[in-house]
Protein backbone atom coordinates (compact mmCIF):
# COMPACT_ATOMS: atom_id res chain seq x y z
CA UNK A 1 0.00 0.00 0.00
CA UNK A 2 1.71 3.04 -1.08
CA UNK A 3 2.47 5.69 1.93
CA UNK A 4 0.73 8.73 2.96
CA UNK A 5 -3.13 7.16 2.49
CA UNK A 6 -4.74 10.21 3.56
CA UNK A 7 -2.48 12.95 1.48
CA UNK A 8 -4.03 14.65 -1.33
CA UNK A 9 -1.34 14.96 -3.97
CA UNK A 10 -3.24 17.65 -6.10
CA UNK A 11 -6.63 18.94 -6.05
CA UNK A 12 -9.67 19.00 -8.74
CA UNK A 13 -8.57 21.65 -10.77
CA UNK A 14 -5.18 20.76 -10.99
CA UNK A 15 -6.34 17.15 -11.81
CA UNK A 16 -8.21 18.31 -14.75
CA UNK A 17 -5.89 20.69 -16.02
CA UNK A 18 -3.10 18.21 -15.68
CA UNK A 19 -5.19 15.84 -17.65
CA UNK A 20 -5.43 13.02 -15.41
CA UNK A 21 -9.18 13.50 -15.54
CA UNK A 22 -8.98 12.59 -19.19
CA UNK A 23 -6.96 9.79 -19.31
CA UNK A 24 -8.66 8.29 -16.64
CA UNK A 25 -12.26 8.87 -19.12
CA UNK A 26 -10.24 7.70 -21.98
CA UNK A 27 -9.44 3.67 -19.96
CA UNK A 28 -11.54 0.94 -21.48
CA UNK A 29 -12.52 -0.05 -17.84
CA UNK A 30 -16.18 -1.36 -18.32
CA UNK A 31 -16.86 -4.21 -15.73
CA UNK A 32 -17.79 -3.09 -12.02
CA UNK A 33 -15.09 -4.54 -10.71
CA UNK A 34 -12.25 -2.66 -12.59
CA UNK A 35 -14.54 0.91 -12.12
CA UNK A 36 -14.13 0.30 -8.71
CA UNK A 37 -10.34 -0.27 -8.76
CA UNK A 38 -10.46 2.87 -11.29
CA UNK A 39 -12.28 5.37 -8.92
CA UNK A 40 -10.23 3.98 -5.68
CA UNK A 41 -6.75 4.72 -7.63
CA UNK A 42 -4.05 6.85 -5.22
CA UNK A 43 -0.68 7.95 -6.15
CA UNK A 44 2.49 6.87 -5.07
CA UNK A 45 4.36 9.17 -3.29
CA UNK A 46 8.37 9.62 -1.86
CA UNK A 47 9.38 6.89 -0.56
CA UNK A 48 7.31 4.41 -2.90
CA UNK A 49 9.86 4.57 -5.25
CA UNK A 50 10.36 0.87 -5.56
CA UNK A 51 6.22 -0.15 -5.51
CA UNK A 52 5.46 2.09 -8.16
CA UNK A 53 9.00 1.05 -10.05
CA UNK A 54 7.22 -2.56 -9.54
CA UNK A 55 3.49 -1.34 -10.60
CA UNK A 56 5.55 0.08 -14.05
CA UNK A 57 7.32 -3.15 -14.64
CA UNK A 58 3.31 -4.92 -14.45
CA UNK A 59 2.41 -2.68 -16.95
CA UNK A 60 5.36 -3.37 -19.20
CA UNK A 61 4.56 -7.05 -18.68
CA UNK A 62 0.57 -6.44 -19.70
CA UNK A 63 2.00 -4.48 -22.77
CA UNK A 64 4.48 -7.04 -23.90
CA UNK A 65 1.53 -9.61 -23.57
CA UNK A 66 -0.75 -7.29 -24.86
CA UNK A 67 1.23 -7.04 -28.67
CA UNK A 68 2.27 -10.82 -28.40
CA UNK A 69 -1.27 -12.23 -27.98
CA UNK A 70 -3.59 -9.95 -29.24
CA UNK A 71 -6.43 -12.60 -29.56
CA UNK A 72 -6.01 -13.27 -26.10
CA UNK A 73 -6.09 -9.48 -24.79
CA UNK A 74 -9.39 -9.56 -27.30
CA UNK A 75 -10.93 -12.89 -25.10
CA UNK A 76 -10.09 -11.27 -21.80
CA UNK A 77 -12.41 -7.92 -22.58
CA UNK A 78 -14.66 -10.29 -23.49
CA UNK A 79 -14.53 -11.98 -20.34
CA UNK A 80 -14.61 -8.55 -18.46
CA UNK A 81 -17.56 -7.29 -20.70
CA UNK A 82 -20.18 -9.99 -18.99
CA UNK A 83 -19.18 -9.62 -15.76
CA UNK A 84 -21.58 -8.40 -13.06
CA UNK A 85 -20.80 -7.68 -9.66
CA UNK A 86 -22.12 -10.33 -7.48
CA UNK A 87 -19.40 -9.24 -5.04
CA UNK A 88 -23.33 -8.44 -2.63
CA UNK A 89 -24.76 -11.86 -3.34
CA UNK A 90 -21.17 -13.11 -1.89
CA UNK A 91 -21.41 -10.64 1.39
CA UNK A 92 -24.97 -12.01 2.25
CA UNK A 93 -24.37 -15.64 1.37
CA UNK A 94 -22.70 -16.93 4.56
CA UNK A 95 -26.08 -15.61 6.58
CA UNK A 96 -28.72 -16.07 4.06
CA UNK A 97 -29.82 -18.74 1.95
CA UNK A 98 -29.31 -17.57 -2.25
CA UNK A 99 -32.23 -17.48 -4.70
CA UNK A 100 -31.69 -19.95 -8.04
CA UNK A 101 -31.07 -17.03 -9.67
CA UNK A 102 -27.97 -15.44 -7.05
CA UNK A 103 -26.72 -19.03 -6.90
CA UNK A 104 -26.42 -18.74 -11.42
CA UNK A 105 -24.73 -15.52 -10.75
CA UNK A 106 -21.93 -16.83 -8.25
CA UNK A 107 -21.63 -19.54 -11.29
CA UNK A 108 -21.66 -17.58 -14.34
CA UNK A 109 -18.57 -15.44 -11.89
CA UNK A 110 -16.49 -19.06 -10.83
CA UNK A 111 -16.95 -19.54 -15.37
CA UNK A 112 -15.45 -16.04 -15.69
CA UNK A 113 -12.96 -16.60 -13.13
CA UNK A 114 -11.86 -19.95 -14.72
CA UNK A 115 -11.90 -18.87 -17.83
CA UNK A 116 -9.45 -15.92 -17.23
CA UNK A 117 -7.16 -18.04 -14.89
CA UNK A 118 -6.14 -20.25 -17.85
CA UNK A 119 -6.16 -17.16 -19.98
CA UNK A 120 -3.42 -15.15 -17.84
CA UNK A 121 -1.64 -18.27 -16.35
CA UNK A 122 -1.76 -21.01 -19.03
CA UNK A 123 -2.19 -18.44 -22.20
CA UNK A 124 -4.98 -21.13 -23.28
CA UNK A 125 -8.07 -19.49 -25.47
CA UNK A 126 -11.07 -21.26 -23.31
CA UNK A 127 -14.14 -21.11 -23.92
CA UNK A 128 -17.11 -22.43 -22.06
CA UNK A 129 -20.85 -23.74 -23.51
CA UNK A 130 -23.66 -21.11 -23.30
CA UNK A 131 -27.44 -21.44 -22.36
CA UNK A 132 -28.22 -23.03 -25.39
CA UNK A 133 -25.29 -25.41 -24.79
CA UNK A 134 -23.23 -24.00 -28.08
CA UNK A 135 -19.75 -22.99 -28.03
CA UNK A 136 -19.22 -19.48 -28.03
CA UNK A 137 -15.60 -20.31 -29.92
CA UNK A 138 -16.09 -20.51 -33.48
CA UNK A 139 -14.20 -23.28 -35.35
CA UNK A 140 -11.65 -20.47 -37.12
CA UNK A 141 -10.63 -19.69 -33.84
CA UNK A 142 -9.82 -22.84 -32.75
CA UNK A 143 -8.39 -23.67 -35.98
CA UNK A 144 -5.99 -20.55 -35.34
CA UNK A 145 -5.39 -21.60 -31.47
CA UNK A 146 -2.33 -23.66 -31.86
CA UNK A 147 -0.40 -21.01 -34.15
CA UNK A 148 -1.19 -18.43 -31.13
CA UNK A 149 0.30 -20.66 -28.51
CA UNK A 150 3.10 -22.17 -30.19
CA UNK A 151 4.57 -18.35 -30.48
CA UNK A 152 6.77 -18.80 -27.41
CA UNK A 153 8.27 -21.86 -28.54
CA UNK A 154 8.51 -21.22 -32.00
CA UNK A 155 11.24 -17.87 -30.55
CA UNK A 156 9.14 -15.63 -32.62
CA UNK A 157 8.92 -13.84 -29.50
CA UNK A 158 10.44 -13.28 -26.02
CA UNK A 159 8.71 -15.36 -23.40
CA UNK A 160 6.14 -12.98 -22.12
CA UNK A 161 3.36 -12.95 -19.13
CA UNK A 162 1.31 -12.03 -17.19
CA UNK A 163 2.38 -10.89 -13.60
CA UNK A 164 1.62 -13.59 -10.99
CA UNK A 165 -0.21 -10.59 -8.98
CA UNK A 166 -2.67 -10.95 -11.15
CA UNK A 167 -3.15 -14.64 -10.69
CA UNK A 168 -6.95 -15.50 -9.61
CA UNK A 169 -6.87 -18.39 -6.76
CA UNK A 170 -8.28 -21.69 -8.04
CA UNK A 171 -12.34 -21.91 -7.49
CA UNK A 172 -12.43 -25.39 -9.60
CA UNK A 173 -13.65 -27.37 -6.13
CA UNK A 174 -16.83 -24.55 -5.81
CA UNK A 175 -17.33 -25.07 -9.28
CA UNK A 176 -17.49 -28.49 -8.95
CA UNK A 177 -20.16 -28.24 -6.14
CA UNK A 178 -22.17 -25.87 -8.17
CA UNK A 179 -21.80 -27.93 -11.36
CA UNK A 180 -22.08 -31.48 -10.69
CA UNK A 181 -22.19 -32.17 -13.68
CA UNK A 182 -18.96 -30.61 -14.48
CA UNK A 183 -20.82 -29.64 -18.05
CA UNK A 184 -19.35 -25.77 -17.30
CA UNK A 185 -22.36 -24.43 -19.13
CA UNK A 186 -23.30 -20.72 -18.18
CA UNK A 187 -27.01 -22.06 -16.85
CA UNK A 188 -27.64 -23.25 -13.24
CA UNK A 189 -30.42 -25.52 -12.00
CA UNK A 190 -31.21 -27.43 -9.06
CA UNK A 191 -30.03 -30.68 -10.66
CA UNK A 192 -31.13 -34.19 -9.91
CA UNK A 193 -27.63 -34.87 -8.89
CA UNK A 194 -27.59 -32.59 -5.81
CA UNK A 195 -30.35 -35.20 -4.34
CA UNK A 196 -30.72 -38.60 -4.72
CA UNK A 197 -34.42 -37.84 -2.71
CA UNK A 198 -35.00 -34.68 -4.90
CA UNK A 199 -34.33 -37.08 -8.36
CA UNK A 200 -36.60 -39.80 -6.82
CA UNK A 201 -39.13 -37.24 -6.32
CA UNK A 202 -38.98 -35.55 -9.45
CA UNK A 203 -39.11 -38.88 -11.59
CA UNK A 204 -42.49 -39.83 -9.96
CA UNK A 205 -44.08 -36.10 -10.49
CA UNK A 206 -42.80 -37.14 -14.26
CA UNK A 207 -44.86 -40.62 -14.53
CA UNK A 208 -47.80 -38.73 -12.78
CA UNK A 209 -47.63 -36.10 -15.30
CA UNK A 210 -47.61 -38.92 -17.85
CA UNK A 211 -50.66 -40.64 -16.29
CA UNK A 212 -52.74 -37.36 -16.15
CA UNK A 213 -52.06 -37.66 -19.90
CA UNK A 214 -53.06 -40.74 -20.55
CA UNK A 215 -56.33 -40.05 -18.52
CA UNK A 216 -57.17 -36.94 -20.63
CA UNK A 217 -56.41 -38.16 -23.89
CA UNK A 218 -59.13 -41.22 -23.05
CA UNK A 219 -61.47 -38.67 -21.88
CA UNK A 220 -60.46 -36.60 -25.58
CA UNK A 221 -61.46 -39.74 -27.77
CA UNK A 222 -64.38 -40.61 -25.89
CA UNK A 223 -65.79 -37.24 -26.74
CA UNK A 224 -64.80 -37.64 -30.23
CA UNK A 225 -66.31 -40.95 -30.10
CA UNK A 226 -69.36 -40.42 -28.55
CA UNK A 227 -69.89 -36.51 -29.18
CA UNK A 228 -67.94 -35.74 -32.42
CA UNK A 229 -65.86 -33.31 -30.59
CA UNK A 230 -62.61 -33.01 -31.53
CA UNK A 231 -60.71 -31.60 -28.89
CA UNK A 232 -57.17 -30.30 -29.86
CA UNK A 233 -53.45 -31.66 -28.51
CA UNK A 234 -54.13 -29.29 -25.45
CA UNK A 235 -57.47 -30.81 -24.55
CA UNK A 236 -59.59 -27.39 -25.80
CA UNK A 237 -61.74 -26.32 -28.96
CA UNK A 238 -62.90 -22.84 -29.93
CA UNK A 239 -66.10 -22.81 -30.95
CA UNK A 240 -68.00 -20.00 -33.17
CA UNK A 241 -71.37 -18.21 -31.76
CA UNK A 242 -72.48 -19.32 -34.95
CA UNK A 243 -71.88 -22.88 -34.86
CA UNK A 244 -75.05 -25.00 -34.80
CA UNK A 245 -73.93 -27.44 -32.38
CA UNK A 246 -72.95 -24.80 -30.09
CA UNK A 247 -75.73 -25.29 -27.49
CA UNK A 248 -74.91 -29.18 -27.71
CA UNK A 249 -71.53 -28.36 -26.76
CA UNK A 250 -72.38 -26.24 -23.70
CA UNK A 251 -74.14 -29.21 -22.16
CA UNK A 252 -71.52 -31.81 -22.59
CA UNK A 253 -70.36 -32.21 -18.81
CA UNK A 254 -66.74 -33.36 -20.22
CA UNK A 255 -66.26 -29.68 -20.92
CA UNK A 256 -66.27 -26.17 -18.84
CA UNK A 257 -66.25 -22.49 -20.58
CA UNK A 258 -62.75 -21.35 -19.68
CA UNK A 259 -62.73 -18.06 -22.33
CA UNK A 260 -65.10 -16.10 -25.00
CA UNK A 261 -65.21 -13.36 -26.86
CA UNK A 262 -67.79 -11.41 -29.17
CA UNK A 263 -66.95 -13.99 -31.65
CA UNK A 264 -66.22 -17.18 -30.07
CA UNK A 265 -66.33 -19.50 -27.16
CA UNK A 266 -63.41 -21.47 -25.69
CA UNK A 267 -63.93 -24.93 -23.98
CA UNK A 268 -61.72 -27.10 -22.06
CA UNK A 269 -61.61 -30.92 -20.78
CA UNK A 270 -63.06 -30.63 -17.53
CA UNK A 271 -60.43 -32.69 -15.00
CA UNK A 272 -62.00 -36.45 -14.16
CA UNK A 273 -62.30 -37.62 -10.67
CA UNK A 274 -59.21 -39.69 -11.70
CA UNK A 275 -57.51 -36.47 -12.72
CA UNK A 276 -58.44 -34.94 -9.83
CA UNK A 277 -56.61 -37.83 -7.52
CA UNK A 278 -53.39 -37.62 -9.14
CA UNK A 279 -53.30 -33.70 -9.31
CA UNK A 280 -53.50 -34.00 -5.60
CA UNK A 281 -50.70 -36.34 -5.31
CA UNK A 282 -48.77 -34.14 -7.11
CA UNK A 283 -49.50 -31.45 -5.28
CA UNK A 284 -47.68 -32.94 -2.13
CA UNK A 285 -45.26 -34.12 -4.72
CA UNK A 286 -44.18 -30.07 -5.34
CA UNK A 287 -44.39 -29.58 -1.48
CA UNK A 288 -41.55 -32.31 -1.03
CA UNK A 289 -39.69 -31.08 -3.91
CA UNK A 290 -39.49 -27.39 -3.13
CA UNK A 291 -38.54 -28.77 0.22
CA UNK A 292 -35.87 -30.54 -1.04
CA UNK A 293 -34.98 -27.33 -3.41
CA UNK A 294 -34.47 -24.88 -0.63
CA UNK A 295 -32.72 -27.53 1.72
CA UNK A 296 -29.99 -27.88 -1.34
CA UNK A 297 -30.19 -23.93 -1.83
CA UNK A 298 -28.96 -23.55 1.97
CA UNK A 299 -26.54 -26.25 1.53
CA UNK A 300 -24.83 -24.28 -1.51
CA UNK A 301 -25.44 -21.02 -0.16
CA UNK A 302 -23.07 -22.19 3.29
CA UNK A 303 -20.58 -23.53 0.53
CA UNK A 304 -20.42 -20.44 -1.52
CA UNK A 305 -19.76 -19.04 1.94
CA UNK A 306 -16.96 -20.63 2.71
CA UNK A 307 -15.20 -19.39 -0.32
CA UNK A 308 -16.32 -15.81 0.54
CA UNK A 309 -12.75 -14.66 1.49
CA UNK A 310 -11.52 -15.99 -1.73
CA UNK A 311 -14.17 -14.92 -4.01
CA UNK A 312 -14.01 -11.52 -2.80
CA UNK A 313 -9.97 -11.42 -3.50
CA UNK A 314 -10.56 -12.95 -6.82
CA UNK A 315 -13.22 -9.94 -7.57
CA UNK A 316 -10.43 -7.55 -6.42
CA UNK A 317 -7.79 -8.87 -8.01
CA UNK A 318 -9.77 -8.75 -11.64
CA UNK A 319 -10.77 -5.54 -10.51
CA UNK A 320 -6.60 -4.79 -10.50
CA UNK A 321 -5.93 -6.81 -13.41
CA UNK A 322 -8.51 -4.83 -15.59
CA UNK A 323 -6.99 -1.52 -14.65
CA UNK A 324 -3.83 -2.49 -15.14
CA UNK A 325 -4.96 -3.82 -19.02
CA UNK A 326 -6.69 -1.22 -19.24
CA UNK A 327 -3.67 1.14 -18.72
CA UNK A 328 -1.41 -1.32 -20.98
CA UNK A 329 -3.83 -0.90 -24.14
CA UNK A 330 -4.00 2.99 -23.47
CA UNK A 331 -0.27 3.18 -23.31
CA UNK A 332 0.40 1.14 -26.86
CA UNK A 333 -3.00 3.12 -28.24
CA UNK A 334 -0.97 6.71 -27.82
CA UNK A 335 2.80 5.78 -28.01
CA UNK A 336 3.27 6.07 -23.90
CA UNK A 337 6.62 4.80 -22.60
CA UNK A 338 7.26 4.11 -19.16
CA UNK A 339 8.72 6.54 -17.26
CA UNK A 340 12.31 6.22 -15.17
CA UNK A 341 11.29 6.44 -11.49
CA UNK A 342 14.44 8.27 -9.27
CA UNK A 343 14.95 9.33 -6.20
CA UNK A 344 16.37 12.95 -6.63
CA UNK A 345 13.60 15.43 -7.27
CA UNK A 346 13.34 16.60 -10.88
CA UNK A 347 11.13 16.41 -13.95
CA UNK A 348 12.65 15.88 -17.14
CA UNK A 349 11.37 14.64 -20.80
CA UNK A 350 12.29 14.38 -24.17
CA UNK A 351 10.05 15.06 -26.78
CA UNK A 352 6.91 15.61 -24.29
CA UNK A 353 3.05 15.41 -26.14
CA UNK A 354 0.06 16.99 -24.06
CA UNK A 355 -2.31 14.25 -25.19
CA UNK A 356 -5.25 16.51 -24.64
CA UNK A 357 -3.89 18.74 -27.64
CA UNK A 358 -2.42 16.24 -29.10
CA UNK A 359 -5.98 14.46 -30.05
CA UNK A 360 -7.22 17.85 -30.85
CA UNK A 361 -4.49 18.55 -33.03
CA UNK A 362 -5.04 14.61 -35.16
CA UNK A 363 -8.79 15.29 -35.48
CA UNK A 364 -7.74 18.23 -37.48
CA UNK A 365 -4.80 16.57 -39.55
CA UNK A 366 -2.79 18.12 -38.14
CA UNK A 367 0.83 17.25 -36.06
CA UNK A 368 1.85 18.00 -32.18
CA UNK A 369 4.94 20.16 -32.13
CA UNK A 370 6.85 17.80 -29.20
CA UNK A 371 8.79 19.92 -26.24
CA UNK A 372 11.30 18.84 -23.94
CA UNK A 373 12.26 20.62 -20.72
CA UNK A 374 14.31 19.68 -17.67
CA UNK A 375 13.08 21.17 -14.40
CA UNK A 376 14.51 20.68 -10.94
CA UNK A 377 13.87 22.49 -7.51
CA UNK A 378 14.20 26.19 -7.93
CA UNK A 379 12.28 28.12 -10.45
CA UNK A 380 11.95 28.15 -13.95
CA UNK A 381 10.22 30.61 -16.43
CA UNK A 382 8.72 29.89 -19.39
CA UNK A 383 8.67 33.40 -21.44
CA UNK A 384 7.18 34.15 -25.15
CA UNK A 385 4.21 36.11 -26.65
CA UNK A 386 0.71 34.41 -26.64
CA UNK A 387 -0.20 31.63 -28.88
CA UNK A 388 3.59 30.55 -28.56
CA UNK A 389 2.55 27.36 -26.24
CA UNK A 390 3.66 28.42 -22.87
CA UNK A 391 0.34 27.07 -21.22
CA UNK A 392 0.84 23.87 -23.03
CA UNK A 393 4.26 23.31 -22.11
CA UNK A 394 3.24 23.65 -18.42
CA UNK A 395 0.14 22.03 -18.32
CA UNK A 396 2.26 19.08 -20.10
CA UNK A 397 5.25 18.93 -16.93
CA UNK A 398 2.28 18.45 -14.99
CA UNK A 399 0.79 15.58 -16.79
CA UNK A 400 4.02 13.85 -17.43
CA UNK A 401 4.35 14.17 -13.59
CA UNK A 402 1.18 13.43 -12.45
CA UNK A 403 0.38 10.72 -14.63
CA UNK A 404 3.75 8.95 -13.59
CA UNK A 405 2.69 9.35 -9.83
CA UNK A 406 -0.88 7.62 -10.40
CA UNK A 407 1.50 4.58 -12.41
CA UNK A 408 0.98 5.74 -15.95
CA UNK A 409 3.29 5.75 -19.16
CA UNK A 410 4.00 8.92 -19.80
CA UNK A 411 3.25 10.58 -23.20
CA UNK A 412 7.07 11.45 -24.25
CA UNK A 413 10.16 9.83 -26.00
CA UNK A 414 12.19 9.67 -22.76
CA UNK A 415 10.62 10.91 -19.36
CA UNK A 416 12.35 10.64 -15.20
CA UNK A 417 10.32 12.15 -12.61
CA UNK A 418 11.33 12.09 -8.90
CA UNK A 419 8.36 12.02 -6.70
CA UNK A 420 6.28 14.97 -4.97
CA UNK A 421 4.49 15.19 -2.13
CA UNK A 422 2.11 17.86 -3.26
CA UNK A 423 1.28 19.33 -6.96
CA UNK A 424 -1.16 22.44 -7.97
CA UNK A 425 -1.55 24.46 -10.97
CA UNK A 426 -2.75 28.11 -10.90
CA UNK A 427 -4.13 28.79 -13.92
CA UNK A 428 -6.66 30.08 -15.84
CA UNK A 429 -9.65 32.45 -15.19
CA UNK A 430 -10.57 31.95 -11.58
CA UNK A 431 -13.46 34.55 -10.90
CA UNK A 432 -15.60 33.32 -8.22
CA UNK A 433 -19.16 34.95 -9.20
CA UNK A 434 -20.87 33.82 -5.99
CA UNK A 435 -18.20 35.35 -3.42
CA UNK A 436 -17.56 38.57 -5.42
CA UNK A 437 -14.19 38.24 -6.71
CA UNK A 438 -12.72 39.24 -9.19
CA UNK A 439 -10.06 37.27 -10.98
CA UNK A 440 -7.23 38.12 -9.54
CA UNK A 441 -9.24 38.01 -6.40
CA UNK A 442 -9.88 34.03 -6.92
CA UNK A 443 -6.06 33.65 -8.05
CA UNK A 444 -4.84 35.58 -4.72
CA UNK A 445 -6.83 32.47 -2.75
CA UNK A 446 -5.44 30.00 -4.95
CA UNK A 447 -2.14 31.42 -4.68
CA UNK A 448 -2.57 31.22 -1.29
CA UNK A 449 -3.69 27.95 -0.83
CA UNK A 450 -0.86 26.66 -2.80
CA UNK A 451 1.47 28.50 -0.20
CA UNK A 452 -0.43 27.12 2.77
CA UNK A 453 -0.49 23.33 1.62
CA UNK A 454 2.81 23.03 -0.08
CA UNK A 455 5.75 21.22 1.17
CA UNK A 456 9.01 19.66 0.98
CA UNK A 457 9.19 18.19 -3.10
CA UNK A 458 6.50 20.32 -3.74
CA UNK A 459 5.53 20.80 -8.13
CA UNK A 460 3.83 24.15 -8.57
CA UNK A 461 2.72 25.18 -11.48
CA UNK A 462 1.53 28.79 -11.96
CA UNK A 463 0.45 29.99 -15.42
CA UNK A 464 0.56 34.22 -15.87
CA UNK A 465 0.35 35.19 -12.45
CA UNK A 466 -1.23 38.95 -11.69
CA UNK A 467 -2.39 39.19 -15.06
CA UNK A 468 -5.90 40.51 -14.10
CA UNK A 469 -3.58 43.61 -12.55
CA UNK A 470 -2.09 46.31 -13.27
CA UNK A 471 1.04 45.79 -15.12
CA UNK A 472 3.59 47.44 -12.42
CA UNK A 473 2.15 45.77 -9.37
CA UNK A 474 1.53 42.29 -11.62
CA UNK A 475 5.18 42.81 -12.29
CA UNK A 476 6.21 43.24 -8.95
CA UNK A 477 3.94 40.60 -7.56
CA UNK A 478 5.67 38.47 -9.99
CA UNK A 479 8.54 39.13 -8.97
CA UNK A 480 8.09 39.09 -5.54
CA UNK A 481 6.72 35.36 -5.88
CA UNK A 482 9.78 34.20 -7.48
CA UNK A 483 11.75 35.54 -4.58
CA UNK A 484 9.68 33.63 -2.33
CA UNK A 485 9.48 30.27 -4.37
CA UNK A 486 13.58 30.45 -4.97
CA UNK A 487 13.96 29.53 -1.36
CA UNK A 488 11.76 26.78 -1.02
CA UNK A 489 12.36 22.73 -1.83
CA UNK A 490 10.18 23.07 -4.78
CA UNK A 491 9.87 22.71 -8.74
CA UNK A 492 8.54 25.63 -9.64
CA UNK A 493 7.13 26.13 -13.30
CA UNK A 494 6.24 29.51 -14.22
CA UNK A 495 4.90 31.04 -17.42
CA UNK A 496 4.75 34.98 -17.64
CA UNK A 497 5.29 37.63 -20.17
CA UNK A 498 7.22 40.09 -17.86
CA UNK A 499 10.65 39.53 -19.14
CA UNK A 500 12.46 40.88 -16.55
CA UNK A 501 11.63 38.46 -14.14
CA UNK A 502 13.78 35.97 -15.17
CA UNK A 503 16.94 38.01 -15.06
CA UNK A 504 16.83 37.23 -11.05
CA UNK A 505 19.49 35.12 -10.46
CA UNK A 506 19.01 31.11 -9.66
CA UNK A 507 16.01 31.48 -12.35
CA UNK A 508 16.05 29.52 -15.21
CA UNK A 509 14.71 31.11 -18.28
CA UNK A 510 13.24 28.84 -20.86
CA UNK A 511 12.02 30.66 -24.46
CA UNK A 512 9.19 28.66 -26.64
CA UNK A 513 11.13 29.43 -30.24
CA UNK A 514 8.53 30.79 -31.45
CA UNK A 515 8.22 32.74 -35.03
CA UNK A 516 12.32 33.23 -34.47
CA UNK A 517 13.08 30.72 -37.51
CA UNK A 518 10.39 31.89 -39.82
CA UNK A 519 10.91 33.35 -43.46
CA UNK A 520 8.65 36.56 -42.73
CA UNK A 521 8.42 37.06 -45.84
CA UNK A 522 6.71 33.68 -47.14
CA UNK A 523 4.59 34.13 -44.39
CA UNK A 524 3.58 37.43 -45.00
CA UNK A 525 2.46 36.35 -48.40
CA UNK A 526 0.54 33.32 -47.65
CA UNK A 527 -1.31 35.53 -44.66
CA UNK A 528 -2.09 38.38 -47.32
CA UNK A 529 -4.02 36.15 -49.30
CA UNK A 530 -5.34 34.21 -46.71
CA UNK A 531 -9.09 34.27 -45.38
CA UNK A 532 -9.79 35.87 -42.27
CA UNK A 533 -10.40 32.81 -40.42
CA UNK A 534 -7.82 31.23 -41.63
CA UNK A 535 -4.90 33.60 -40.63
CA UNK A 536 -4.11 32.35 -37.01
CA UNK A 537 -4.37 28.55 -38.12
CA UNK A 538 -1.54 29.55 -40.89
CA UNK A 539 0.68 31.44 -38.16
CA UNK A 540 -0.06 28.61 -35.99
CA UNK A 541 1.42 26.32 -38.23
CA UNK A 542 4.67 28.20 -39.02
CA UNK A 543 5.00 28.48 -34.90
CA UNK A 544 7.94 26.66 -33.43
CA UNK A 545 6.55 25.20 -29.84
CA UNK A 546 10.29 23.64 -28.77
CA UNK A 547 11.63 25.67 -25.57
CA UNK A 548 14.97 26.36 -25.29
CA UNK A 549 17.11 28.38 -22.32
CA UNK A 550 18.46 31.41 -22.70
CA UNK A 551 20.72 33.01 -20.51
CA UNK A 552 20.76 36.27 -18.38
CA UNK A 553 21.52 38.99 -20.96
CA UNK A 554 18.89 37.06 -23.67
CA UNK A 555 15.85 39.12 -24.93
CA UNK A 556 12.72 37.84 -25.33
CA UNK A 557 11.03 37.27 -28.74
CA UNK A 558 8.77 40.21 -29.68
CA UNK A 559 6.70 37.53 -31.73
CA UNK A 560 3.62 39.20 -30.28
CA UNK A 561 4.27 42.43 -32.49
CA UNK A 562 5.10 40.19 -35.43
CA UNK A 563 1.58 38.32 -34.71
CA UNK A 564 -0.08 41.75 -34.77
CA UNK A 565 1.94 43.33 -37.94
CA UNK A 566 0.86 39.89 -39.91
CA UNK A 567 -2.94 40.07 -39.16
CA UNK A 568 -3.17 43.55 -40.66
CA UNK A 569 -2.34 46.67 -37.46
CA UNK A 570 -1.21 49.32 -39.16
CA UNK A 571 2.88 50.14 -39.27
CA UNK A 572 2.21 53.09 -37.09
CA UNK A 573 1.62 51.48 -33.90
CA UNK A 574 3.84 48.41 -34.26
CA UNK A 575 6.69 51.00 -34.63
CA UNK A 576 5.28 53.57 -31.46
CA UNK A 577 5.22 49.86 -29.81
CA UNK A 578 8.87 49.12 -30.20
CA UNK A 579 9.76 53.19 -29.39
CA UNK A 580 8.19 51.85 -26.23
CA UNK A 581 10.08 49.09 -25.24
CA UNK A 582 13.02 50.84 -26.40
CA UNK A 583 12.22 53.34 -23.80
CA UNK A 584 11.45 50.99 -21.06
CA UNK A 585 14.68 49.21 -21.99
CA UNK A 586 16.24 52.55 -21.80
CA UNK A 587 15.08 54.05 -18.69
CA UNK A 588 15.50 50.62 -16.60
CA UNK A 589 19.30 50.50 -17.96
CA UNK A 590 19.82 53.76 -16.21
CA UNK A 591 17.91 52.99 -13.22
CA UNK A 592 20.04 50.01 -12.87
CA UNK A 593 23.13 52.48 -13.05
Not at 101 to 117: A, G, H, P
Not at 220 to 237: A, M, N, S, Y
Amino acid sequence: MQNGANKRLANLKTKAETGLDYVMLKLDVISPFGKKKLKEMRPFYPGDEQLLNEELDRIQNIVDFIKAYPKLKDKIQEIYMELKDSSGTIERCENSVLSVVEIFEVKSLLLQMRRLLKIIKEREIVAYKSACGCVSQSAEEREEEPAEMSREDSGATKEVHIPEKYFLEDTEALLDILDPRKDRMNTFYIYDEFSEELANYRKEKRELELEIRRVQKKSREDLRREHGVQLTPKFDIVVARSHPDLEKIKGLKELEEVDQDYMSLTFKLRPSEDVFKITQSMEELNDKIEAEEERIAEILSKKIGEYRSVLLKNCDIMGEFELALAKGLFSIKRNLVRPEIVAEHVIEFDDGRNLQVEEILKNKGKEYCPVSISLKDGVTCITGANMGGKTISLKLSGQIAILSQYGFFVPAKRAKVGLSNYMQMLIGDSQSVERGLSSFGSEMEELKEIFDHSKDRSLILIDEIASGTNPIEGLALTKSVVDYLITKPYISLITTHFETVSEREGVINMQVRGLADVDFDLLDREIKYAKRKDRINIISKYMDYRLFEVGKNGSVPKDALNIAKMLGISAEIIEGAKKYINKEKKDEKQTKS
